[in-house]
């Protein structure tokens, strides 16, 4: 609309101008005619009486006869021909022309004339010039609403689509042949691509968690059989502690990578919502075991007085899991303490800590710390950042190379 509206300006001023200036030309050439004419009439006869001359508003000067002081001034250095001077109060038309000889000034008082025509005339360029602008801005106005319409009713219908619907229509069949069909049908094109891709990645994640759980499952059953029918002092007793923990541990990552791919949907739809208290809770319960096999103080801190407030209970815990298994895994010794406030958690460790130059990478994908040779894909912390993401938490972290690390979940 602002361009249209600029394009009006441009043309509406050009033709303005243009207009004011070619009556000016046909104003000067019409008067210097007429005033030729009139000076050959007046030469001519024989009898030029003042009084006639000054009704008609005309002063005839010659060499010899005087001007009026009040005109003379125009006078001097006055080229032959037309000529048109504006001066305040009074407008003149001058014309001057050497007949038989004899040098003529005709002078032609217009003040009247002027005041009226011009100012008639300006009014009247002036209120076209801006009706002109006021119909373009208008124009452009309508114009704009009917680009855009088009564009405003694909966004709307987009914005309706949802994966879950199998039998759409096409949103192209809402459109006409035209450009913004075109557009619509390119849309659809790639939105299908989009929908097809994310069913099947929906349907494989679905039954490699279902064959995966089924087998940690066998696992973490026989170990538990196992560790029944063996005294706690039997060697093989560490090893199938040690296979059911790494099952737990695959169990945990299936379950986060899982509830990371559904994000949406948990994030509208939780399971189960808890207070951070009772979350914070379940994940000191599920890790102190690990902690005290490894000889490491683990400690669950409250340092506020906690709202009631809820969560979404899997993403938090999973977030809270990954962080303390992290501190588990770089950790030899000294403690680690779970930090809850009214408006954050914490994770607070003193193991080995992560360089400088890594620490704005850690929260990618497949990036993990290069201080002990542990088997891992460098997940975890991508896991809680895109679950902090799903649920407007931030996370943050302060670490000191040797002397431990500390991550926080604001809430």
Not at 209 to 214: D, K, L, M, V, Y
């Amino acid at each position: 609309m602002i361009a249209f509206t600029l394009i009006t300006l441009f043309v509406a001023g050009a033709f303005t101008l243009g207009i004011y200036t070619i009556v000016h030309a046909m104003e000067d050439e019409l008067l210097s005619q007429e005033m030729h004419e009139k000076l050959e009439l007046i030469v001519a006869s024989p009898v030029r009486p003042n009084a006639t001359l000054k009704h008609l508003g005309l002063h005839l000067f010659t060499s010899t006869t005087p001007a009026d002081p009040k005109i003379s001034q125009y006078l001097v250095n006055l080229k032959p021909g037309f000529t048109e001077v504006e001066a305040s109060p009074s407008s003149y038309y001058i014309y001057r022309q050497t007949i038989r000889g004899q040098d003529y000034i005709l002078v032609q008082d217009q003040s009247m004339y002027e005041d009226g025509f011009e100012r008639n005339l300006f009014i009247a360029l002036k209120s076209g010039f801006l009706l002109t602008i006021l119909v373009g801005v208008l124009v452009g106005w309508l114009l704009a609403r009917q680009i855009i319409s088009p564009i405003i009713k694909l966004s709307e219908v987009f914005s309706r689509r949802k994966l879950g619907a199998l039998d759409e229509v096409a949103i192209a069949n809402h459109f006409p042949n035209d450009e913004i069909g075109d557009l619509a049908q390119a849309f659809e094109e790639a939105y299908a691509k989009i929908k097809d891709a994310l069913w099947r990645e929906r349907l494989f994640t679905s039954d490699v968690s279902h064959e995966f759980r089924s087998g940690l499952m066998v696992i973490s059953s026989s170990c538990e059989v196992l560790m029944q029918a063996r005294a706690k002092d039997d060697p093989d007793c560490e090893r199938i502690q040690r296979i059911a923990r790494a099952s737990m541990e695959l169990q945990q990552l299936i379950e986060s990578l899982l509830i990371v791919a559904r994000a949406e949907y948990t994030a509208i739809n939780p399971t189960k919502t808890q207070t951070l208290q009772q979350i914070a809770q379940d994940a000191f319960n599920r890790w102190q075991p690990a902690f005290l096999e490894k000889k490491i103080v683990f400690n669950l801190i409250s340092k506020d007085t906690l709202e009631p407030r809820l969560f979404n209970a899997d993403l938090l815990l999973t977030a809270l899991s990954n962080l303390l298994k992290n501190a588990l895994n770089y950790t030899h010794s000294g403690k680690v303490e779970l930090i809850i406030c009214s408006a954050s958690v914490s994770v607070v460790d003193t193991g080995v800590g992560i360089d400088v130059d890594q620490q704005s990478q850690v929260l990618k994908p497949f990036i993990r710390g290069n201080q002990l040779p542990l088997d891992g894909l460098g997940l975890g912390l991508s896991l809680i950042q895109r679950i902090c993401e799903n649920q407007g938490w931030q996370l943050s972290l302060f670490s000191e190379p040797g002397r431990g690390s500390t991550f926080t979940i604001n809430l």
